[in-house]
């Protein structure tokens, strides 16, 4: 915990790292718990579209869907007070450094919680702005702005609980990260249930309910952190505080929330594109996403394994471990993405008449549906790569990698189209997943010489 200035300024000193050894049963220990609690996030929607769905009204369904969209914009900028957390923790955790671990989850907390109050007063805009943004029928822009100020209060405990999960993630204890998820998502959907529909508040009860769900998670997620805090060694605000370790979390923080911008920009332009091409095309890209955003919850299980390992390798000083965790995630990862690949060809028709009955749509998504299946196993180096550097705070080289990426991406959406298509939109998709890997990639011999020295 924090103690009064005067104690322990030595926070974030080097220690002697502890050597580890990278095995199979250590990276699954961290991805399996991490897959099934990203699993558990599409249930949360589905349970609040079913809740509102129960009152018939299509103007509370479409306040709910663009308020969805709004915080994905919203949050999705934020995520770095998870991911780069995660990072700096699991250096700190590396090097044996307890204290160091302390600093970098007060500062990622204070850091939250400064956002969360600033975004919970500005509710009122960020409605507005939504409102403006989705441009639907007044009815839907009404309802869209109730849950979008509601969800919006408990804006710092649901930061604040980024900054929770990435300190427990930067230790490794992915079980733990489990149990927060399910705490997390599953009050949620209790509470969004009673609230919602068992007390008739309906869409506002559904707000209420997230509210709810984030403080019961903020609260065990927070009372687990300060009861181990409370039995070490207590840190100097001046130590939380220093100014050479915040100007090191802001820089890498920029850097990750400038990459999430533009990823999101590049899944934003392939909606558009297929939109282009007629509301049928628009319909067919829209359902068959699901299927890449499913690959991407598998995906992000060892991406988060390592990023934990990574970050630890670095901490500890062991070139070896760093290499192994590369080569490890990477066979699971590519096995895992095969595997979500091949299933996505055997039943995908099944999948997609059980979310459509469109006609049309069934047919035409048939003719793109292997694009769709294999964006899993071209998106594989893409998002390991991306733990490995946000672990390693190699986040300069993330940001200018997803630039370039993207630069490369926006060639190939700009020719593909026109010359086959949708077959090119999602072309230019693969384009942009694979260029994100292989840059990166490209980078590791480089990175990996100036971290830890060359080879023995």
Known sequence: MIMDAGEGDETVAPTAGRPFTVTNRLVLSIAVPMTLAYLTTPLLGITDTAVVGQFGDAAMLGGLAAGAIVFDLVFATFNFLRSGTSGLVAQAFGSGDGRAEQAWFWRAFALAIAIGIVLALAGPAVAWAGALFIDGEPAVGEAMKVYVVVRLLCSPLALANYAILGYVLGRGEGMLGLFLQIVLNGANIVLSIWLGLVLGWGLEGVAWGTVCGESVAFMIGLGIVYRRFSALPGLSMSAVLDRAALKRMLAMNGDIMIRSFVLLSAFALVARQGAQLGTLTLAVNAVLMNFFLVAGYFLDGFATAAEQLAGRAVGARQRKSFVDAIRLTGLWGFAMSGAVAVAVILSGDALVAFITTAPGVREEAATYLPWAALT????????????????????????????????????ALFVLPGLYGNHGIWAALHVFLIARGLSLSAMVPIRLRQTFGPPA
Not at 395 to 404: A, F
Request: aromatic share 14%; proline share 0%.
């Open 376 to 411: 899993a196993v071209s998106g594989v180096l893409a998002f390991q790569m991306d733990g490995v550097f946000i672990g390693a705070t190699w986040s300069r080289d993330m940001r200018n990698m997803m630039l370039l990426s993207f630069a490369l991406f926006l060639a």
